[in-house]
């Protein structure tokens, strides 16, 4: 039995005292933890060995299994990222807009921690270490609430963790776990607009979903990409293969990963070809529509023909997570933007085009957490972008949008300094 | 019959629009609302007189009937204010954070829209004007729901806009109001998260709360201010005494007004008779604790004891809209501060002193919006702060915090050139 609410009391509590902790305290607890990971990497791995072995068991997708994977070496690359967060400049305390109004207040805003976060996450448990990095170096607590494939990592993530924190001069209790995998307790947790002031989700749609509709509290949704590379005619067709190619198949299983590929009519019966052919090789199939279809099956290259499938209407709504691609013909730039205005879900989608116009045009009408020109959309990422590392990936509008790193994991508070000033 | 996904279908469309629409003709839509709301100023005195007498009727408290008011001057300040928000810069496509990465990506974030707008509001009609003078600098389309008892100003208030709107290159559907007073359109209006990007309830406490509970969009909340000011035992006692009353009595039914002043119990004595001498004369009636009650008791002034009575232990969580002020007595700054942290919404609260020490572990130990020092807690305020206009004044801690003016009203995107970049 776990009593939720003693736990958001709690990390009220030691959220206060986080706000006031000194830089120092805080990157001292992100060594101490790298530290204790590194002495109990083999513990680590061999948790993580297990939840893949259930995971294995329970039938769970590649893409799943991938997911949830520690590797020695993505384990070091874990630890590093602890380290080069308490490298970068802490947030809190910074002051900006300052000014002396002309009834002589003195304003500015300083950045404070949000308070406490709630974060609900499935398959991955690098969030586990991520997320309290982050946290802690933004001087928030958080409860973390993992899923129940990767119940036995985590557990030991986070056991390792406090025991690190409890050799530090931070409240024990900034870092909380949600030690069950019974669904209730995330419905609880959404509930606790008391104690938790934000709730980051990082899993499927249907999470996300459920966030928004249960939570009392503001909920940072996103993740979700349905991601748009679009090949103009002007595009240098040579140099987008391999960004095309990097885009959809260095990691199939993630957010930022291609989904569908739209290609302009004009350079279509040249370009489809290859680009398949080239896809091909590293075990994309296609979803193709019409068009893309009879140009590909008149190639008749067997090896082709045998991993093109018509697409389904709802098809360009799917975000494969997977060795799978769309493709669409389209008869301009507007079309293409068309699409991916009723398509998109607004995480990453770019063009390939020599042509300065076009680009600027796609750049302003795509209103995408990230747009991007000539480039992989695999970059939308906070240690890609320079955040250090990221909490998550929002694809709404309000408060932080694409990679949230380390301000986007603050709140400000204003400060007014008068001589007994009133107001007129 | 009000159908409101047609509504927000439309909404979304506009916004599109007016993502992309010049500040020049975002300005003059501006100064065409200004004209024509100066044109008609008639017909709207005329609209808010037949609800003020209809409030009146319906026996509406004089805090609501002062908020729901407009006078000839509060009419030409509403015109004043839409005038200045056109003078203010554009933030819309402003760049930011740009930089170019070691793998020679350019990479930068550019102010957009948020998209459409939901407000929800109650009594005061200047809000129908200043959100939609706000969202139409900022590139928002917006939807309109405002309370039964501003009905016919709001009415006509949106008539006119849209009149205006009609003769400028923006899109009509860019404002809109739900014309009818039936609180289903409201239930409704939260769960379009398709065409809503985010909502902003203005009024009471108890519709922040259905708000947050009902919407799947995100909401802003806040306007819900019990406000603070602690006299330090160091303060200036005469220069206190105006602070307090432009904080209490200035005007007394809007949120950053002053709810409770605590008071160092070594300057109890000599300060609180004179605090509610001077106050009394402004109509102000006193709930006090027990120590400040004996205190004033002692005085043995009549009109000092007519006017003071016992608070009862909920009447330090009360937000008093009205010349009521709570008073209490602490022991030291930290009683002030654990005062303020158990019964303040984080709204606006201050301290009144000359020592710089006990000042700065005030702003420090204080998480609220507006933190004060030695000035009127009636400041925190979008116009007062130098925004131009305010939208809202948020009590959370996502997004924006304090009171919202243009930048607030904005999202951001990231925009990432390369020249056909892949990732490592």
Redesign the interface.
């Known amino acids: 039995m776990i009593n939720l609410i003693a736990m958001g009391s709690a990390a009220k509590d030691a959220s206060?005292q986080m706000?006031?902790s000194q830089t120092n305290d805080k990157n001292d607890a992100l060594e101490t933890i790298a530290k204790f990971m590194e002495q109990k990497s083999e513990e680590i791995l061999a948790s993580n060995h297990l939840d893949v072995k259930n995971g294995i068991n329970n039938g769970l997708s590649k893409a799943l299994i991938d997911r949830l994977t520690i590797t020695p070496e993505s384990l070091l690359n874990m630890i590093t990222d602890i380290r080069h967060i308490a490298t970068l400049p802490d947030p809190i305390g910074v002051c900006f807009d300052k000014?002396v109004?002309e009834n002589g207040?003195q304003?500015e805003r300083q950045r404070?921690p949000?308070?406490v976060l709630g974060v609900i996450y499935e398959s991955r448990p690098n969030v586990t270490v991520d997320v309290t990095s982050l946290a802690i170096k933004t001087g928030n607590a958080v409860i973390l609430r993992g899923g129940s494939e990767t119940i036995n990592s985590n557990k030991v993530l986070v056991h390792i963790i406090c025991d690190a924190l409890s050799h530090t001069n931070l409240p024990k209790n900034c870092v909380q776990f949600v030690n069950s995998t019974d669904r209730k307790y995330v419905t609880e947790m959404l509930k606790l607009?008391k104690h938790i002031?934000?709730i980051i989700p990082r899993g499927t749609n249907k999470l996300h979903e459920y966030c928004?509709?249960t939570s009392?509290i503001?909920?940072?949704t996103g993740g979700i990409g349905i991601c748009h590379l679009f090949v103009d005619e002007h595009a240098?067709l040579d140099?987008?293969i391999?960004?095309i190619?990097?885009s959809k198949t260095?990691r199939p299983s993630v957010c930022n990963a291609l989904d569908t590929l739209l290609v302009h009519k004009s350079i279509a019966t040249k370009f489809l070809p290859e680009i398949v052919r080239n896809l091909q090789e590293y075990g994309v199939t296609f979803k193709v529509d019409e068009k893309s279809f009879s140009i590909l099956e008149d190639v008749r290259i067997d090896s082709i023909t045998k991993c093109i499938s018509l697409a389904k209407p709802h098809e360009f709504d799917v975000e494969w997570l997977s060795l799978v691609l769309g493709i669409k013909i389209v008869d301009s730039l507007e079309e293409a933007i068309d699409h991916i205005?009723r398509h998109s879900t607004n995480h990453s989608d770019?063009i390939?085009t020599e042509n300065k116009a076009n680009?600027n045009k796609f750049?302003?009408?795509i209103?995408?957490?990230?747009?991007?020109?000539?480039?992989?959309t695999?970059?939308?990422d906070g240690g890609?972008?320079?955040l250090g590392a990221e909490v998550a990936v929002s694809t709404?509008?309000?408060?932080a949008?694409?990679?949230m790193g380390l301000s986007e994991l603050s709140?400000?508070?204003?400060?007014?300094?008068?001589?007994?000033?009133?107001?007129e």
């Open positions: 206060h706000s006031l000014r109004l207040l304003i404070v949000i308070g607009d002031d934000m928004r509709e009392t503001p909920v940072i240098d140099a987008s391999p960004v190619s990097n260095q205005h770019g390939l680009a750049v302003q009408a209103d995408s957490a990230a747009v991007y020109v000539n480039s992989s695999r970059f939308t890609q972008l320079g709404q509008k309000i408060h949008r694409g990679p709140s400000y508070k204003w400060v007014i300094k008068g001589s007994y000033t009133s107001r």
